[in-house]
């Protein structure tokens, strides 16, 4: 299949090629598989090694997507993600897709430095430590977890089993509603505990989300973090000009 000409030589050879695939998959439906690296790289009149720099780079922007041991595929298009305070399940379903989660793990554990500060307790008091995959229309796109203290939430890990919800749960169960957050946002590499779950390889860009939630009278609550997958979702969040 050729798909286009010899690159234009006033561009960088992989950046031409990275141009000339990104018109080649928007014909493409989500899901179709790529032509492998040397059949790209005879259709277009260059180099594997340029052909494979340009592949990596539209995988990284969430464009294509790898499976090993099959081939290269487009990606299905980007989940919207607005930031606000909302649980996960309200922020899927904004979105236009159904949610779901599989808890990984829960455990108790003590506080460490660090954690002790974000939910203001004192260094080793006991937390429930919540692991969960998040999945939207069965898809999965985040590795979640959250910590919370464990003398406020009494039975909280046994009951985020049967409750798909957590802020619903904390507001059913111990009264407790989520009244303001602070959020910081970085990207890191995924490892082995994500990559696993969210069927990605090791070093795949992430989106990591980090979250201190509090209640009405300012008391910390929750301290959560979320790892999100980098080509699934595009972080939204809408600013005003601060009044004066």
Same mark, same amino acid.
């Given at each position: 299949?050729?798909? !286009? ?12 090629v990275k141009?000339?695939?990104l &018109? ?5 439906e ?6 492998? &690296?040397? @059949? %790209?790289? $005879?259709d277009?009149?260059?180099? #594997?090694?340029?052909?494979? /720099?340009a592949l990596? @780079? %539209?995988?990284?922007e ?10 290269t595929?487009? *990606? @299905? ?8 305070l909302?649980s996960?399940? @309200? ?7 159904k949610?779901?989660? &599989?808890v990984?793990?829960?455990s108790? !554990?003590?506080?460490?430095? &660090?954690?002790?500060? /974000? ?5 080793r008091a006991p ?6 995959l ?5 898809w999965p796109?985040?590795? +979640?977890t ?16 049967q409750?798909g919800?957590?802020?619903a %749960? ?10 303001t957050? +602070?959020?910081?946002?970085?990207? *890191?590499? *995924?490892?082995p ?5 969210? #069927?990605v ?7 990591v !989300?980090s ?9 910390p609550v +929750? ?5 999100f ?5 595009? %972080?939204? $969040? ?7």
């Amino acid at each position: 299949m050729t798909i !286009v000409g010899p690159p234009d030589t006033s561009e960088p050879k992989y950046y031409a090629v990275k141009r000339h695939l990104l &018109e080649f998959i928007g014909s493409l439906e989500p899901g179709s598989a790529v032509p492998t &690296e040397r @059949e %790209l790289a $005879t259709d277009m009149l260059t180099s #594997r090694t340029t052909v494979r /720099q340009a592949l990596s @780079e %539209l995988v990284v922007e969430g464009r294509l997507v790898r499976r090993q041991g099959s081939g290269t595929y487009v *990606a @299905e298009p980007k989940i919207t993600w607005p930031l606000y305070l909302g649980s996960f399940t @309200e922020q899927v379903e904004a979105s236009g897709f159904k949610p779901s989660a &599989e808890v990984l793990a829960t455990s108790r !554990v003590g506080a460490g430095p &660090e954690l002790a500060t /974000q939910l203001g307790l004192p260094v080793r008091a006991p937390v429930y430590k919540i692991e969960r995959l998040r999945l939207a229309d069965a898809w999965p796109i985040a590795v +979640e977890t959250s910590w919370l203290p464990a003398e406020r939430f009494a039975g909280l890990s046994r009951g985020i089993r049967q409750q798909g919800s957590l802020y619903a %749960l904390l507001a059913e169960r111990y009264d407790t509603t989520l009244h303001t957050a +602070e959020e910081t946002i970085e990207t *890191a590499p *995924a490892t082995p505990r994500e990559a696993g779950p969210l #069927r990605v390889d090791i070093g795949s860009p992430m989106l990591v !989300v980090s979250r201190q939630n509090f209640d009405s009278a300012g008391t910390p609550v +929750e301290f959560g973090r979320t790892w999100f997958r980098g080509d699934r979702v595009t %972080l939204v $969040t809408h600013l005003a000009s601060e009044p004066r």
